[in-house]
């Protein structure tokens, strides 16, 4: 076995450097610059087609690269794939359960494929959730199969996990469980998690950060609260002073509505605490984006 690459004592759980991603005509990545910090919980938010399968796919070296590089927790996957890869658990888009198989069989099934894999763990976590360890996988609800695959990455002890639009398939009750279970297993390990979702308000509450990715290309990447605290809707094409124009989109009672950025004030600095006091809702700001990444192909406003 090789030296450890592992810069274990970084501050960044993952890191994308001018990441590009070509299919054929068809550019899913462009030029992607992103950092999540570790200990994050960070919501990777953008419509279908947006990129998001794509990035995280890239990081698990499952895609490579056109141009850029990704290192997940220090490491880059495409150079160092087995290291970077037990320093991710992975809930992809659809989590493969396989037919006739219990739920015990996975477990030992993700045991064969990571070394180091935790089954006492993974097992443990799936009896807290009144799952049977010999219950047939494909006759799991949503809501439980959701949980294995969940169970399965957090068995791998990985200090970053990739979910993949994870809440997707849920029903409002599971959707809340799913979050609870995955915000009670990174406290508790200090570990760091993206998740992807095509709907912010799935996601909000469990996040302190938020990336929008449309057309491949990161719109907007910072904490939650500074994305509500720093931009402002109107009704009109006035703009709140120093604001800039963000996307104009139809509200929800028909009529057009802008999405303002507002210029911030360093913290402490005059009208830094009234920019701070007022907010926007998340969904109002992806929103917002939503319609920029459209530019003018979507549905014209006046
Ligand atoms: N294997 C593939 N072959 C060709 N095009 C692909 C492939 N995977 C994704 N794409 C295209 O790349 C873009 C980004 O897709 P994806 O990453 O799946 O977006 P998201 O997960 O945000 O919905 C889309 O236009 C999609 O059609
Ligand atoms: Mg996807």
Redesign the pocket.
């Known amino acids: 076995m090789g030296a450890d690459v592992g810069a274990s004592n970084s501050t960044a759980a993952l890191v994308a450097h001018g990441l590009s991603k070509r299919?054929?005509r068809?550019l899913?990545l462009d030029q992607v610059d992103l950092t999540v910090p570790a200990g994050s919980v960070t919501a990777l938010v953008?419509p279908?087609?947006?990129?998001?399968?794509?990035l995280i796919r890239v990081c698990m070296a499952f895609e490579r690269p056109n141009a850029g590089s990704v290192e997940v927790d220090g490491v880059d996957p495409w150079k160092h794939r087995s290291q970077a890869l037990r320093r991710v658990g992975y809930v992809p888009q659809s989590p493969a359960v396989y037919r006739g198989m219990s739920v015990s069989d996975h477990v030992a099934m993700a045991r064969s494929l990571h070394s180091g894999f935790d089954s006492e763990y993974a097992r443990r976590r799936i009896g807290q959730l009144g799952i049977p360890l010999d219950q047939r996988a494909d006759t799991l609800s949503g809501g439980q199969a959701a949980q294995l695959g969940l169970a399965i990455a957090l068995g791998t002890r990985a200090q970053v996990l990739l979910l993949d639009e994870p809440l997707a398939n849920l029903d409002p009750l599971a959707r809340r469980e799913f979050i609870q279970v995955l915000l009670d297993a990174v406290r508790a390990e200090g570990s760091t998690a993206l998740l992807?979702s095509h709907i912010v308000t799935d996601v909000e509450d469990a996040c302190d950060r938020l990336v929008i990715?449309g057309g491949?290309k990161v719109l907007l990447d910072c904490l939650l609260e500074e994305a509500r605290q720093t931009h402002r809707l109107t009704d009109s094409d006035s703009p709140p002073p120093g604001a800039t124009a963000v996307g104009s989109f139809l509200g929800r009672k028909g009529g057009k509505l802008t999405l303002w950025r507002l210029a911030v004030p360093e913290v402490g600095a005059e009208g830094a605490a009234d920019v701070a006091a007022e907010t926007t809702s998340l969904e109002d700001v992806v929103l917002g984006y939503l319609a920029a990444g459209r530019g003018t192909a979507g549905l014209q406003l006046n």
């Open positions: 299919y054929r068809k899913a953008g279908n087609g947006a990129g998001k399968t794509t992807s990715l491949g």
